[in-house]
């Protein structure tokens, strides 16, 4: 008997939804299943560090630091890679931190996104994992690849918590972490499976 092949949409999770009863079926008729995850929708999650900033200024507030010459470079050449990999972002997270949006203006323009629609979030100024958790779950269910702007050390943690596929001891100046995961929700990121894309810096 020819076997006959059917492409179950689902993700690995949902497997256990076809009881022995249906396997016994399966073997007795020569059918083949495939689990497939294409008909979901994945999303990617990329984790920017800021590009280095300027000490020269004493007095200046920590929050108020901006970029100096070599991290506006970095921040240039980091976005345009994004730009040569085909790589699209469609919803833009800073940290208020002058240094972060700073840094994420940069990408925007280089990405040929809109400035003015870059979304600061105060807790990821010294923010913790909790704090990068929670601007994730967040984030609205329309926007498929989001990029978040932050700070060492709440980004390297962060970056450990979502996988051990690459560990980031220290995220450097302008690092770049891409992480995509098999998820219709934000809210699911976090648990869902996940696979890194690509971690770079300049």
């Not at 009863?21 to 990617?44: A, D, G, H």
């Not at 730009?83 to 833009?92: L, R, V």
């Not at 770049?176 to 699911?188: H, K, L, P, Q």
């Amino acid at each position: 008997m020819q076997s006959r092949i059917y492409e179950f949409y689902g993700r690995k999770k949902y497997q256990g939804v076809l009881n022995k009863v249906w396997w016994n079926y399966f073997q007795e008729e020569n059918i083949t299943i495939i689990f497939s995850k294409r008909l979901f929708p994945m999303k990617t999650l990329i984790l920017v560090r800021h590009a280095k900033s300027n000490w020269t200024e004493i007095n200046q507030k920590d929050i108020d630091r901006p970029l100096n010459s070599e991290g506006k470079m970095e921040a240039a050449e980091m976005a345009l890679r994004l730009k040569e990999k085909g790589t699209s972002i469609d919803h833009f997270i800073s940290s208020p931190a002058k240094r972060a949006t700073d840094t994420c203006k940069i990408f925007c323009e280089t990405l040929e996104n809109n400035v003015q629609d870059i979304y600061t979030v105060e807790n990821l100024y010294e923010g913790s994992t909790f704090n990068y958790e929670a601007a994730v779950n967040k984030i609205p269910n329309e926007y498929k690849r989001v990029a978040i702007f932050g700070h060492n050390p709440g980004i390297s943690y962060f970056s450990h918590k979502l996988s051990d596929e690459v560990y980031i001891d220290n995220f450097p100046s302008c690092g770049v972490y891409a992480i995509e995961a098999d998820c219709e929700s934000w809210n699911d990121f976090m648990l869902a499976e996940k696979r890194v894309l690509f971690f770079e810096h300049p």
